[in-house]
């Protein structure tokens, strides 16, 4: 029986750069103008829900990162991960237009790694303060203890709101 990962590297010929292989799990690597086309492809034959969306920071690497979207194929099941390597100057395509669930991933990813996605509908930080500077998951963020003011973010703990009760007499 073929692989559905295998029948995608067949559709996607040259589009696919690299692959890695671990523990029955396999990673496609995918030239960066031809992402969108192979999410599509991965999407039409059945990989419908993207699991998740991520990036790793290689620094001081070449090409700088990784955008790794996992996708699920719930039948026949199966899990395969495309992955694209972006310089630290390069933006990958959006893919809100195949999973509106994209969006917060790829917010989120902005938010952490500072990557862009081209054709995103609202590409605006996600977690952190928008006058927050810089993008914490990257390897070149500054890690200096310094004090951090939160405003509104955190609810009162119940010391703050449950009133103090007298205690009993007997």
């Known amino acids: 029986m073929t692989r559905p990962e295998d029948v995608l590297v067949q559709r996607l010929g040259e ?13 496609l690597v995918v030239a960066r103008e031809r992402i969108l086309q192979a999410l599509e492809a991965a999407r039409d034959m059945g990989f419908r829900l993207l699991t998740d969306l991520t990036a790793v920071d290689r620094h001081p690497a070449q090409p700088r990162f990784d955008v790794v979207y996992l996708l699920t194929s719930v039948e026949p099941p199966a899990r395969v991960r495309l992955m694209v390597h972006l310089a630290a100057d390069q933006t990958a395509p959006s893919a809100t237009s195949l999973w509106p669930g994209a969006n917060w991933l790829e917010r989120e990813v902005f938010d ?26 990257r390897k070149d963020y500054p890690l200096v203890e310094e004090p951090v003011e939160f405003r509104g973010h955190t609810p009162k703990v119940p010391s703050q709101i449950i009133p103090t009760s007298k205690p009993r007499h007997a």
């Open 112 to 137: 952490l790694f500072g990557i862009r996605f081209d054709g995103h509908p609202d590409l605006r930080r996600i977690l952190m303060p928008d006058d927050w500077e810089g993008h914490p998951l």
């Open 15 to 27: 589009a696919v750069v690299g692959q890695i292989r671990f523990r029955d799990e396999v990673t």
